[in-house]
């Protein structure tokens, strides 16, 4: 990490500080953010801050660089302690967990979604398509649950609104199987009313303006958000900074693409808009009280009855059952008999928001529980599969202080106060309680614990949440006012709690309305009006049945409780705030079962600038997130601690004296001499029962002295069971191969004989075994099979060529010569008839026919007139003869070609029979005569054939004619033609 981190980058880690002062501490944040360092260690904790820009951090070439690194090794970033995360998981079998905390707009959304893409980049090499399907399902929720659960605020662009625990499930390979999302009170307040300068969820802004014209007139919905009740105060308000790259259209689109991606059907996707749509206009609505009562319910009707009639069509609702929900409710009278009771223009404002809140909330839910059901991992057996590994990723609310804080201020900044005792716990308190448990050595760190201050919030009877659903229960009218007065009757001597009451002077608070709690992260100032009626959470039961009974599957698996009869009696729910504390509780165990690591997200001013660090903003958060004192702990305490047993199971294999048991004795004594051996005793401190290693860089070495000798090991055990695997291996293939030895002695024995059996008759005369059927051999014997065939097809040959008498032998070795000159290249060359060696005509240099007669001999071939006593009219040396053409016809055309001299041309058609094909017997004689003499013919088949006359270079063709009565030639343009008469 040197090279990359010099000392013009500040301290890498905020523990190798020359002095650990508030001063020292903001200097070195200071100085790294303005180098663009956004990320600082504090062991193995990181510290980030907010760039509020796009910085060349992050990618493909990064996840790389910190892939199996360690954490020093690398300068520090996100992606060390995912890597550490996931290292700790894999190797270790140890549910792990990353919580990341910070105020608002602090860049937690941001880190978790860089953890989420390393996991997804270093898991699944082997391209498994479960594990690819679950990798893209959990990198397409968090665009999902944006949009839903996330808004612009005025301290965040994209402000989660809820709280989301995400953990994923890894299979003994360290890919993803799975993940189950938890989510923690959504702020549906939202959804009715926000603060200048502030939004509502994206989810409606995308929806108006990256819908298709089409699809909102569907709706019955305009692309302004100015025109909705709900929109209209952000209706000016980009999603963020960067609108013209992230603008409500395209995030629409990314959305719609994501959901399509996670399994949402076209039918479940179009069901959430029309939900949307219907809050949207539902939000509309306005009530008008009239002078009539009867058929007008009571003096009370909708100014715009168009809008009911929008809101029936998008749930799938009959019209006169949504209008009669608006107007008036109907309840169950203690003998079970059914009252209707009209509503004031009030009350139905009230119910109208209270069922636009929860049809919102019921449609976060059923979001988050589909994402569930495709992320569940699928048909997992740990019998079979082993067991499953967990990391879990913490992306909740930060520590929220607004000018009006209300109820969900409340619950958010008590997370916040349950997640900093469990970081004071685990961090601090049990960090130094454990070394006074193990008998190390150790100067206390003084830090404050918040315990007083959750003890306030959910202790039982007397914490402010009991209280709370006390007057939520409790007969008669119990206003918000009456439930401070009881807050300030229980708390008035609590150090962390006042009020106006309790402190008259105090004019930052009014009467009867705030009260303040003084937080780790600072005061802040609660208003407790709407506090009962949001923790009450109460929605008339017309709306559940009538949202049950949509015709819409989607909408109707949203409200299951609405099946329940109007008479029947049911336990009185849980409150908002009481399901909330329960949720915590369950989180902080959750958390506290995992082996922690922890991203501390510091905003760096108010104003979401890029570049500037407002030091007295940072300054209070570093002090009430504790991480000077985490600083002072790191400092003073050990970087690691691990059993004696657990640490001689890992690097047992680095000593002779540990290696492969020792026979020291105590494990104590054998992890003594072990690190005696390596020279790192100096480093170490030894506790009752555990091992305290102060440096990560001692770890670093028996890391390393492990790896080298890994490979060795592994060997030794590849080796000794790939010997056990060869000795069966061997014995198999000896029984095979003696099984197949005998077998193919039998196959071998049986061809024989039935070989034997075959030819017993092939020397009987004259066929000598011609017809007979050679059988099909084994594998093995078809090369002997091939040699014997060949044996006797020259024994054959032999038994037919020694009856032949030695006067024939000149014509049988003449038609061998002549096959292999034109067998396969010529229909007819007279091989079925005697040869008599009869040469007819040849043509004249005056291309006029003339008998004449060839005679060969075994020194020349003369041409010769029988006219005239066969008078030599030319005399042609065969040492001259280089070769001869003919046809491929059954033509008996003939071109002598001699070296030095004019080719000779010729046409045997004078025989008896009549046209007796002679060429076989001229071509045969002539070729043998070559081979006797060690030299070979060219014999050239063509239809059209090249010659030598006069010096010149002509062709010769064959031109069958039927009415031609015998052959003759002609003559035209420089080129001869062989008039042959085809019958």
């Not at 008590?414 to 190390?440: A, P, S, T, W």
């Not at 002779?656 to 170490?684: C, F, I, M, R």
Request: net charge positive; proline share 5%; with cysteine.
């Amino acid at each position: 990490m040197e090279d990359e981190e010099g000392p013009e980058y500040g301290k890498p880690d905020f523990v190798l500080l020359d002095q650990v002062t508030m001063e020292d501490f903001m200097r070195n944040l200071q100085l790294r953010f303005e180098k663009g360092r956004i990320y600082t260690y504090i062991g193995e904790v990181l510290v980030s801050v907010n760039p509020y820009q796009e910085l060349p951090l992050y990618g493909p070439e990064a996840i790389t660089r910190y892939q199996g690194r360690e954490l020093y090794e690398r300068p520090p970033h996100l992606y060390a302690v995912a890597n550490a995360a996931y290292k700790a998981m894999k190797h270790r079998s140890r549910d792990t967990c990353i919580v990341i905390s910070g105020e608002s707009g602090a860049g937690k959304t941001e880190a978790s979604k860089h953890i989420m893409q390393y996991i997804a980049a270093v898991t699944n090499p082997s391209q498994r398509a479960e594990v690819e399907r679950v990798k893209d399902v959990l990198l397409k929720s968090t665009c999902v649950l944006e949009a839903f659960g996330n808004a612009r605020t005025n301290r965040n662009h994209n402000s989660s609104r809820f709280g989301k625990y995400m953990d994923i499930n890894f299979d003994f390979k360290g890919d993803p199987i799975g993940g189950h999302i938890h989510s923690y009170l959504l702020e549906k307040s939202r959804v009715l009313k926000q603060h200048m300068g502030e939004r509502n969820f994206h989810a409606f802004y995308q929806l108006l303006r990256g819908s298709e014209d089409k699809q909102l007139h569907e709706l019955h919905l305009e692309r302004n958000p100015a025109v909705y009740n709900f929109t209209r105060q952000g209706a000016g308000l980009n999603m963020t900074v960067h609108s013209a790259l992230d603008s409500d259209e395209q995030s629409h689109q990314a959305v719609t693409e994501a959901m399509r991606v996670i399994g949402f059907s076209p039918k479940e996707v179009e069901s959430v808009h029309r939900i949307l749509a219907a809050i949207l206009h539902l939000g509309n609505i306005e009530f008008v009280e009239t002078e009539e009562g009867g058929l007008q319910k009571e003096g009370l009707a909708v100014a715009e009855e168009a809008l009911v009639d929008h809101v029936a069509e998008l749930t799938a609702t009959p019209r006169d059952l949504v209008l009669h929900s608006l107007l008036a409710r109907t309840v169950a009278s203690g003998g079970r008999e059914l009252i209707e009771k009209g509503h004031t223009a009030a009350e139905a404002s009230y119910a109208r928001d209270a069922c636009a809140k929860a049809v919102y909330q019921r449609l976060f839910e059923w979001v988050v529980n589909r994402i569930n059901s495709v992320m569940e991992p699928r048909g997992r057996d740990p019998r079979r599969d082993g067991k499953d590994t967990v990391i879990g990723v913490l992306d909740i609310y930060g520590f929220e202080v607004f000018p009006v804080n209300s109820f969900e201020q409340f619950c958010i900044n008590y997370c916040n106060e349950k997640l900093q005792q469990l970081f004071i716990q685990l961090i601090l308190k049990q960090e130094q309680e454990e070394y006074k448990r193990e008998g190390i050595t150790w100067q206390s760190v003084e830090y404050f614990n918040n315990a007083t201050i959750v003890d306030l919030v959910e202790r039982p009877h007397r914490g402010i949440l009991a209280m709370l659903d006390e007057a939520c229960s409790s007969a008669g009218t119990i206003t918000d006012r009456i439930f401070l007065q009881t807050l300030d009757t229980h708390h008035r001597h609590h150090l962390h709690y006042t009020s106006r009451q309790l402190c008259p002077t105090d004019k930052t608070m009014e009467f009867g309305r705030d009260f303040r709690i003084k937080h780790y992260a600072g005061d802040v100032t609660y208003s407790v009006e709407g506090f009962i009626d949001k923790n009450r959470d109460f929605l008339f039961q017309d709306f559940k049945r009538l949202l049950y009974n949509s015709t819409d599957p989607t909408l109707r698996a949203m409200w299951p409780d609405g099946q329940q009869d109007i008479t029947e009696v049911t336990k009185r729910p849980l409150t908002a705030g009481t399901l909330f504390k329960n949720s915590m509780v369950a989180l902080v165990e959750n958390l506290a079962s995992k082996e922690p690591f922890y991203v501390r997200c510091i905003k760096p001013n108010e104003d979401k600038v890029a570049g500037k660090l407002d030091e007295n903003h940072c300054r209070h958060q570093v002090a009430y997130l504790g991480l000077l004192e985490n600083v002072r702990v790191r400092r003073a305490g050990f970087a690691s601690r691990q059993p004696y047993s657990r640490f001689l199971l890992r690097y047992k294999m680095t000593c002779e004296y540990t290696w492969p048991n020792h026979l020291l004795g105590s494990d104590k004594a054998a992890v003594s001499a072990l690190l005696e051996q390596h020279g790192l005793q100096g480093d170490v401190a030894f506790g009752h029962s555990k091992l305290f290693i102060r440096s990560p860089r001692t770890l670093v070495t028996l890391e390393q002295s492990r790896a080298r000798l890994i490979p060795i090991i592994v060997l030794l055990l590849q080796k000794a069971w790939r010997g056990t695997l060869a000795r069966w291996r061997c014995r198999r293939l000896r029984a095979i191969y003696t099984i197949m030895r005998w077998f193919r002695r039998h196959k071998v024995r049986a061809h024989l004989a039935e070989l034997q059996r075959r030819f017993q008759a092939a020397r009987q005369p004259p066929l000598y075994g011609r017809d007979l059927v050679w059988p099909l051999p084994p594998a093995v014997l078809q090369p002997f099979q091939d040699t014997c065939h060949a044996l006797f097809c020259r024994w054959r040959a032999r038994q037919l060529v020694k009856n032949i008498p030695p006067s024939d032998m000149p014509q049988i070795k003449a038609k061998v010569a002549a096959m292999g000159a034109l067998q396969g290249l010529r229909q007819d060359w007279g091989c079925r008839r005697a040869w008599a060696r009869d040469y007819l005509s040849s043509v004249n240099r005056f291309h006029k026919i003339r008998n004449r007669a060839l005679l060969l001999t075994d020194q020349h071939l003369y041409k010769l007139d029988p006219d005239r006593q066969y008078r030599v009219m030319r005399a042609v040396p065969l040492e001259a003869v280089t070769g001869l053409s003919v046809t491929s016809g059954g033509d008996q055309l003939v071109v002598l070609h001699a070296r030095g001299q004019d080719d000779l041309v010729v046409c045997l058609h004078r025989s008896r029979p009549p046209l007796d094909n002679r060429v076989g017997e001229l071509v045969g004689v002539l070729a043998a005569h070559c081979q006797g003499e060690g030299r070979t013919l060219e014999v050239r088949v063509s239809d059209c054939i090249p010659l030598s006359h006069r010096g010149v270079r002509r062709l010769i063709s064959v031109e069958p004619r039927p009415e031609q009565p015998e052959p003759d030639f002609r003559c035209a343009r420089g080129s001869f033609t062989l008039l042959w008469p085809s019958r």
